[in-house]
């Protein structure tokens, strides 16, 4: 049986698209935008460490079959910076001890879909993803 963050209800679950070699300055709605192309993006969250150059993302699409599209048409490519290409991979999954996916502790949602409203409270944890989303959008 698969455990449940309460957060995936079972969509999605072998959907999620880990992505780097993206530029420092890319925000969640960026991400959301970039990926919606290939299908259904239920979220995406974006991972900043300040030891990397650059940033990497979450993406989690309602579908595999999306998310192997988005994979296969982005991985290698080099759509941001000639000769640094994106590198996409699936997300890998939580662990035996139930550790949560990062994408249940506040991603940016599509809005379009009724089960999953954006939220301007969720993943504001020490201002960084709040204030960020509310400055991008103006």
Same mark, same amino acid.
Do not use: W
């Given at each position: 049986s698969t455990q449940s963050t309460g957060d995936?209800?079972? /969509?999605?679950e072998d %959907?999620?698209?880990y992505v780097s070699k993206l530029p420092l300055n890319f925000n969640e709605y960026q991400l959301m935008d970039f990926f919606s192309p290939f299908g259904e993006v239920l979220s995406v969250r /974006?991972?900043?460490?300040a030891s990397r150059p650059d940033t990497c993302g979450?993406?989690?699409?309602?579908?595999?079959?999306?998310a192997e599209r988005a994979l296969s048409s982005i991985h290698g %490519?080099? =759509?941001?910076?000639?000769?640094?290409p994106i590198q996409v991979k699936f997300a890998?999954?939580?662990?035996? %001890?139930?550790?949560? %996916?990062?994408?249940?502790?506040g991603p940016i949602r599509n809005r379009t879909s009724p089960n999953n409203r954006y939220n301007p409270m =969720?993943?504001?944890g020490g201002g960084g993803g709040g204030?960020?989303?509310?400055?991008?959008?103006?």
């Amino acid at each position: 049986s698969t455990q449940s963050t309460g957060d995936e209800g079972g /969509i999605g679950e072998d %959907s999620n698209l880990y992505v780097s070699k993206l530029p420092l300055n890319f925000n969640e709605y960026q991400l959301m935008d970039f990926f919606s192309p290939f299908g259904e993006v239920l979220s995406v969250r /974006i991972l900043r460490d300040a030891s990397r150059p650059d940033t990497c993302g979450l993406v989690k699409f309602g579908d595999r079959a999306a998310a192997e599209r988005a994979l296969s048409s982005i991985h290698g %490519s080099c =759509v941001f910076d000639p000769g640094n290409p994106i590198q996409v991979k699936f997300a890998l999954k939580s662990g035996p %001890s139930g550790n949560r %996916s990062p994408l249940a502790n506040g991603p940016i949602r599509n809005r379009t879909s009724p089960n999953n409203r954006y939220n301007p409270m =969720v993943g504001g944890g020490g201002g960084g993803g709040g204030a960020a989303a509310r400055a991008a959008r103006g």
